[in-house]
């Protein structure tokens, strides 16, 4: 399990991308202690590889979202 700060250092995202993405549903929360959230590493690597070549072909978050969650 990775935290946001892992996340934000090995992807080179911020944190309110981090925020971001959790808020929307595409990265889901596997464990919150207290104010930390720990997420599952190959999920997160995973899901932010796809995300990023679907923006990039402009594809909109919304539609991402459900491309991937099915939300």
């Given at each position: 399990?990775?935290?946001?700060?892992?996340?934000?250092?090995?992807?080179?995202?911020?944190?309110?991308?981090?925020n971001?993405?959790?808020?929307?549903?595409?990265?889901?929360?596997?464990?919150?202690?207290?104010?930390?959230r720990?997420?599952?590493?190959?999920?997160?690597?995973?899901?932010?590889?796809?995300?990023?070549?679907?923006?990039?072909?402009?594809?909109?978050?919304?539609?991402?979202?459900?491309?991937?969650?099915?939300?």
């Amino acid at each position: 399990m990775i935290s946001a700060k892992d996340i934000m250092n090995r992807h080179n995202i911020s944190y309110q991308t981090v925020n971001h993405y959790t808020d929307i549903g595409l990265l889901p929360v596997v464990v919150k202690q207290g104010n930390e959230r720990f997420y599952a590493g190959a999920l997160v690597d995973k899901r932010l590889k796809k995300i990023r070549a679907l923006t990039k072909e402009g594809y909109s978050l919304r539609l991402v979202r459900k491309l991937l969650v099915g939300i």
